[in-house]
């Protein structure tokens, strides 16, 4: 079965530090890999997906994630954060082939930003 | 403009009365679908939809009932709302095939029940 861990459910960090925020999955074989993150008060939005091909996508606001296969890690990163960046993290999976489509879902990632 | 957009965006509801949260979406996406986020348990899907018409049990369908009329409109049907059902419920779409499933989501709707 698939599951999507985040070890870390609250991460602090300064304005203008680095981050990175830690994604494992469990799946037989690749499967289709989200960040997406959640504002106050809002629904989720995608920050970037991995498909296939280069295992470094980039995504909105400076985002990066890089797909480790031989860790089953999809860990998030961005080189200098925000105070706008604090929201809340969700790691997703998905089968790529089968109809139901749907995404399992991490239990997600606090970030807070410290000016 | 949001194209996916759910009704009410807050409801406070009695234990064992009826609950109808909306959704509709103007993606043109076959896909749509109802997760159910609390605290401590991330996102967990109730029910979803590939079709008008028809529906599939998720993870957690149990006390939950799923209608899809059309392809823009998917609700979520609480016949008998229970205290362990407050929680914000979340609506999405997606179009399905190779190199996609991304979820575009709506707003939440916060459930409280009394």
């Known amino acids: 079965a698939q599951s999507v861990t985040q070890p870390d459910a609250r991460v602090t960090v300064s304005e203008g530090a680095s981050l990175q925020l830690r994604c494992k999955y469990s799946y037989s074989g690749t499967p289709y890999l989200f960040w997406y993150v959640q504002y106050p008060r809002q629904g989720l939005q995608l920050l970037l997906k991995?498909?296939?091909?280069?295992?470094v996508v980039q995504g909105v606001n400076g985002f990066e994630a890089e797909f480790i296969k031989s860790n089953s890690s999809f860990h998030l990163r961005k080189a200098s954060v925000h105070w706008s960046d604090s929201a809340v993290y969700f790691c997703?999976?998905?089968?790529?082939?089968?109809?139901?489509?749907?995404?399992?879902f991490g239990l997600g990632t606090t970030l807070q930003v410290q000016p | 403009e949001a194209a996916v957009t759910q009704s009410p965006r807050s409801k406070v509801a009695v234990t064992g009365g009826k609950v109808t949260l909306s959704c509709h979406q103007t993606?043109?996406?076959?896909?749509m679908y109802w997760y159910r986020q609390d605290t401590g348990h991330g996102l967990r899907l109730i029910h979803y939809s590939y079709v008008a018409d028809s529906t599939e049990k998720g993870d957690i369908p149990d006390g939950y009932k799923a209608s899809r009329p059309s392809q823009e409109n998917f609700s979520l049907i609480l016949e008998l709302a229970s205290l362990s059902q407050t929680a914000v419920y979340f609506c999405a779409s997606s179009v399905q095939g190779a190199n996609t499933g991304q979820l575009y989501f709506g707003e939440g709707s916060k459930l409280t029940v009394l």
């Open positions: 991995y498909y296939s091909g280069d295992p």
């Open positions: 993606n043109n996406h076959d896909y």
């Open positions: 997703a999976v998905r089968a790529p082939t089968g109809n139901t489509g749907k995404l399992i």
